[in-house]
């Protein structure tokens, strides 16, 4: 029998939804381009936070751009 796991390590296509919304936000926010070095570098904090463990927009929105 499969075992149901709520935490898999993976990205499942709803949160890839999410975090680009979370992103598409900030870098609205700041003014920023997706092409420039700070919004890569606010992508992979971004995952980085996700991946820790926190879920909610609004925690991801604040974590991922504390400076």
């Given at each position: ?18 975090l ?21 570098l ?25 400076d």
């Open positions: 029998m499969l075992q149901s796991h709520d935490h898999t390590g993976a990205i499942l296509p709803a949160d890839v939804n999410m680009a919304a979370v992103f598409t936000e900030i870098l609205t926010d700041k003014g920023l381009r997706r092409d420039c070095e700070a919004a890569e606010i992508a992979r904090r971004l995952i980085s936070v996700y991946q820790s463990g926190h879920r909610e927009r609004g925690e991801l929105l604040k974590m991922a751009t504390d």
